[in-house]
């Protein structure tokens, strides 16, 4: 099941969002988590579905693979509108029974935030992780944080430790499933009974990981120290970073975005309400 999981993986092509400058996927990203939160209505979210829908096309990864990142996030969605489909409070009730009582205005906001986690996740992985090397990231973070070198912000160390903990994300997974087969093999049950004893099923699997992730962040700290790897200060690039036409012309097409999503949000509907 965990080998399923494609969250913080970089699949490799040669779509017009892998050719993008990472600086403008990064600026791009952030945009996006705000352009989700202007949707309000039923139009405005389902032009956010068809700008999703958009850049998975644009990028290349397959449907399937993106139904997989999307995975981890289920039950979080599922729980989040049950909570909201039950404590949202209209003026019509459409279901009462006991002390439960289901308005429309909680069936719209369970559905719409439904669509607003699934889309933060499935738009972000998209134009990041997806289509964004870790070493590439590394310098797209560092260079954005540039300005804060002035006031000594260790810039480097930290664009480099969040690609490394992004890259380390599917090791970590396969890692895991790894010992799971193997505590498996040994007669270990992770089904069946109480969830106090699955709970403690789970400590053969903790502690061979936590191991084996220690044992990983020494292995690279060594190998590091002996390429001699001294930091961000005088360090060069193989590959410069130059913002082209094609990354503005998807600049401007963010705007447009965002016009479409606030116009969306005053058009008349009969259905769906504001969130």
Same mark, same amino acid.
């Given at each position: 099941?965990?080998?399923?999981?494609?969250?913080?993986?970089?699949?490799?092509?040669?779509?017009?969002?892998?050719? &993008?400058?990472?600086?403008?996927?990064?600026?791009?990203?952030? %945009?996006?988590?705000?352009?989700?939160?202007?949707?309000?209505?039923?139009?405005?979210?389902?032009?956010?579905?068809?700008?999703?829908? !958009? #850049?998975?096309?644009?990028?290349?990864?397959?449907?399937?693979?993106?139904?997989?990142?999307?995975?981890?996030?289920?039950?979080?969605?599922?729980?989040?509108?049950?909570?909201?489909?039950?404590?949202?409070?209209?003026?019509?009730? *459409?279901?009462?029974?006991?002390?439960?009582?289901? @308005?429309?205005?909680?069936?719209?906001?369970?559905?719409? *935030?439904?669509?607003?986690?699934?889309? *933060?996740?499935?738009?972000?992985?998209? #134009?990041?992780? @997806?289509?964004?090397?870790?070493?590439?990231?590394?310098?797209?973070?560092? /260079?954005?944080?540039?300005?804060?070198?002035?006031?000594?912000?260790?810039?480097?160390?930290?664009?480099?430790?969040?690609?490394?903990? *992004?890259?380390?994300?599917?090791?970590?997974?396969?890692?895991?499933?790894?010992?799971?087969?193997?505590?498996?093999?040994?007669?270990?049950?992770?089904? /069946?009974?109480?969830?106090?004893?699955? %709970?403690? $099923?789970?400590?053969?699997?903790?502690?061979?990981?936590?191991?084996? /992730?220690?044992?990983? %962040?020494?292995? &690279? !700290?060594?190998?590091?120290?002996?390429?001699?790897?001294?930091?961000?200060?005088?360090?060069?690039?193989?590959?410069?970073?130059?913002?082209?036409?094609?990354?503005?012309?998807?600049? !401007?097409?963010?705007?447009?975005?965002? $016009?479409?999503?606030?116009?969306?949000? @005053?058009?008349?509907?009969?259905?769906?309400?504001?969130?």
């Amino acid at each position: 099941m965990l080998k399923d999981i494609t969250l913080g993986q970089y699949f490799p092509g040669q779509s017009p969002l892998h050719r &993008l400058d990472p600086r403008m996927k990064l600026i791009l990203m952030i %945009a996006f988590v705000v352009l989700i939160f202007f949707a309000r209505t039923l139009p405005s979210f389902v032009y956010l579905v068809i700008l999703v829908a !958009a #850049l998975t096309a644009v990028s290349g990864i397959r449907v399937k693979a993106l139904m997989k990142g999307l995975k981890p996030v289920v039950f979080i969605s599922v729980f989040t509108a049950v909570i909201n489909l039950f404590w949202t409070v209209g003026e019509t009730p *459409l279901v009462s029974f006991w002390v439960i009582t289901i @308005y429309p205005e909680g069936i719209w906001r369970a559905a719409y *935030l439904i669509v607003r986690i699934m889309a *933060l996740v499935a738009g972000t992985s998209l #134009l990041l992780t @997806y289509t964004t090397t870790p070493m590439e990231l590394t310098d797209a973070l560092e /260079s954005l944080l540039s300005p804060l070198k002035k006031i000594h912000v260790p810039v480097h160390e930290f664009a480099m430790m969040m690609s490394l903990a *992004l890259r380390f994300v599917p090791t970590l997974i396969e890692e895991t499933e790894k010992i799971i087969n193997a505590q498996k093999a040994r007669g270990t049950d992770f089904e /069946s009974g109480s969830l106090l004893r699955r %709970a403690k $099923a789970l400590i053969p699997i903790l502690i061979p990981l936590f191991v084996s /992730s220690f044992n990983r %962040a020494s292995e &690279l !700290a060594t190998a590091m120290e002996c390429r001699c790897y001294t930091g961000g200060e005088g360090r060069t690039r193989l590959k410069q970073l130059r913002l082209t036409g094609f990354d503005w012309a998807c600049a !401007a097409l963010l705007l447009l975005s965002f $016009a479409g999503i606030i116009l969306t949000n @005053y058009v008349p509907f009969p259905w769906g309400g504001v969130l």
